[in-house]
């Protein structure tokens, strides 16, 4: 039978994956861009940082559901507040990104200015990659040492029979 | 100009999203607290109580919490904010269990 609490899980996986490749991807690009073959690299870590920034949005969405059904039978319910804090940090710092990102695109800056946008880029994406690795380290926190959201079948395992 | 405008934006945009990432609660031995309520969050049934010089107490209302005005029951939704209650916890681990609140006044 699902349960609300699962759609965490089944999500944010994707986000996790796709901004620590897209971070990489795109600050090569940002180092390599001009006539190199890595120019390719910056529309596809702008992608990848795209499609992950909504994914983290979506997984903060469905952590705040999953928080409301396993919260009470944590034995330590301030991992999630952590969690949860962090998680919004990511978010917040990928979605400011992704805005330098797209003024840097289009154009409508000077050289110098465009300098700076990028150090500004590169320090987002450098501290939410930061943010991901430490949200990720308390979401198993949660899973591993407090069973969240996992299903304990009974001694006997007759639901297995 | 248009850099340090931009700059600044970007300040707010991650710090006005990461300000709703909630505040950082207390772990306090089980026990009777005063406070006042700071958030009702009927959805989840659960209450953020400010305790002075302890911090602020989360609590998920359990099945078996009841909530009291004047000696009498009463039901979750009286509960609002800035409302002085008082609220009995058990700690069980880190978590705080609340048995009972009293609402004392109905604030401001």
């Known amino acids: ?19 620590l490749v897209g971070t990489g991807i795109r600050l090569l690009g940002a180092l390599y861009e001009h006539g190199s073959r890595l120019e390719a690299f910056v529309p596809a870590g702008r992608l990848l940082i795209g499609l992950g920034t909504v994914g983290a949005w979506i997984a ?16 330590d319910p301030t991992v999630v507040e952590a969690h949860e804090y962090w998680a919004y940090w990511v978010a ?7 805005i330098v990102d797209a003024v840097v695109w289009s154009g409508r800056v000077s050289l110098p200015a465009r300098r700076v946008l990028l150090v500004l880029l590169a320090g987002c994406l ?22 969240a ?13 | 100009m248009r850099g340090f405008s931009l700059f600044a934006s970007v300040l707010l945009v991650v710090g006005l999203l990461a300000g709703c990432g909630g505040e950082e609660t207390a772990v306090v031995e089980s ?17 953020y109580v400010d305790v002075p010089d302890t911090g602020t107490l989360e609590l998920y209302f359990t099945d078996s919490t009841r909530v009291l005005r004047d000696t009498t029951q009463a039901s979750f939704g009286a509960l609002q ?19 009972t609140v009293t609402i004392l006044n109905d604030g401001a």
Not at chain 2, 31 to 47: D, Q
Not at chain 2, 88 to 97: A, C, I, M, Q, Y
Request: aromatic share 8%; proline share 4%.
């Open chain 1, 1 to 19: 039978m699902w349960r609300t609490e699962l759609w965490h899980p089944l999500v944010v996986h994707f986000p996790i994956a796709l901004l």
């Open chain 1, 60 to 75: 903060v969405y469905t952590g705040t559901l999953a928080d409301a059904e396993v919260v009470r039978s944590l034995c």
């Open chain 1, 92 to 98: 917040g710092l990928f979605t400011a990104g992704g």
């Open chain 1, 126 to 147: 450098l501290a939410g990659s930061a943010g991901v690795t430490y949200v990720g380290h308390l979401g198993a926190r949660l899973v591993y040492q407090q069973g």
């Open chain 1, 149 to 161: 959201a996992v299903h304990h079948p009974g001694p006997d395992c007759a639901a297995f029979e």
């Open chain 2, 31 to 47: 026990g009777t607290y005063e406070g006042t309520i700071s958030e009702v969050n009927a959805e989840e049934r659960e209450i």
């Open chain 2, 81 to 99: 904010s800035n409302q002085r209650v008082a609220v009995e916890v058990e700690k069980v681990g880190r978590r705080l269990d609340p048995i």
